[in-house]
């Protein structure tokens, strides 16, 4: 077993993390109380428990409440630089944080350029005074109209030269949801915008299959009912696409009983590449270096499997200087 203070000091890169699902308790209350915002909980015990998930749509709907908190441009500069300071403190170089840029335009009317204006003061604030980085993925939701999603689509393309890395795909699975929203996703190829496809979470291989068919996505965000279908799995393995697994999280929404069950490590028996990741870490009671240090005693894995799995997350990142960042490791 690795301790968690070697897993915490290990240079790492973080695939898939969401912004509002990374805000601190404390910040979600002073943001409410800030900005006038009702919440079933006015304490960090009580937000605790709110978070007790009945079900992925009841985590969904506790997920827009705590984004709807962030209100200002100067919000999300503060939540933006509060989560750099987080994975500063975890020794975690480079980060691609998944950011639902609609919805924070919907609830609070902040137009796009004033968000990735303020998530930019903090990533140029984050390089300079913490030595870290992190890229965006700005996602498209499921249960958006293809209009919504083109919209989302043509930010993600436009943000390309102010740190957007990857359009993203999000929300609740079901067989066929997605299939509308087919020329957001050709849009972003056509201009060569990588893509990352939440799959196989909650629902089964077709899942999988789907995102694969619809956006030809390079990573997908779970995945971890691949093995369902043994073709998916030589699929994946052939194509080289890159699972984001985040353990503690399928353990609070997936149905997966404990870490000990989770099937991260077939996964990864069987040659697919796999990264750990926190998902939406204060949600889940977690960090990253949790994560590395909870499959570490599940599964035996030594120091090299674990800096093996930094490696393939970097491998499989989107960041610009990819080759620095590997020498960094």
Not at 106 to 126: C, F, H, S, T, Y
Not at 140 to 164: C, F, Y
Request: aromatic share 6%; with cysteine.
């Amino acid at each position: 077993m690795v301790p968690i203070d070697v897993c915490r000091a290990m240079p790492k890169v973080e695939l898939h993390v969401h912004l509002e699902g990374s805000i601190r308790p404390e910040t979600v209350l002073r943001l409410a109380e800030r900005n006038g915002v009702s919440l079933p909980a006015d304490s960090v015990e009580g937000l605790r428990e709110w978070y007790s998930f009945r079900d992925f749509r009841h985590f969904v709907e506790i997920y827009v409440a705590v984004s709807g908190c962030v209100r200002t441009p100067e919000d999300i500069e503060f939540v933006a630089r509060e989560f750099l300071v987080g994975q500063a403190e975890q020794n975690i170089l480079w980060s691609e944080v998944t950011y639902t840029a609609s919805t924070i335009a919907k609830l609070a009317g902040v137009p796009w350029d004033e968000q990735i204006d303020a998530l930019n003061r903090a990533m140029v604030w984050g390089k300079d005074e913490l030595g870290v980085e992190m890229g965006l993925i700005i996602d498209i939701v499921r249960e958006q109209s293809v209009e919504e999603g083109l919209q989302v689509a043509e930010w993600a393309v436009k943000g390309r030269d102010r740190g957007v890395v990857a359009l993203g795909l999000s929300g609740v699975e079901g067989k066929g949801l997605a299939r509308h929203l087919k020329p957001a996703f050709d849009l972003a190829r056509e201009s060569g915008l990588p893509i990352v496809s939440h799959a196989g979470e909650t629902q089964g291989a077709h899942s999988i299959w789907e995102v694969l068919e619809l956006t030809g996505c390079q990573r997908i965000g779970h995945g971890i009912r691949c093995l369902e279908d043994g073709e998916l799995v030589k699929e994946l393995r052939s194509m080289g696409v890159v699972l984001e697994v985040c353990p503690s999280s399928n353990v609070c929404l997936a149905g997966i009983p404990s870490i000990a069950a989770h099937p991260i490590a077939e996964i990864h028996e069987m040659g697919v590449a796999v990264t750990i990741n926190s998902d939406d870490p204060p949600m889940f009671g977690t960090t990253l270096s949790d994560e590395y240090a909870r499959c570490s005693a599940a599964f035996g894995w030594d120091e090299d499997v674990l800096r093996g799995m930094v490696r393939t997350a970097a491998e499989a990142s989107f960041c610009p200087d990819r080759a620095g960042l590997i020498e960094r490791l």
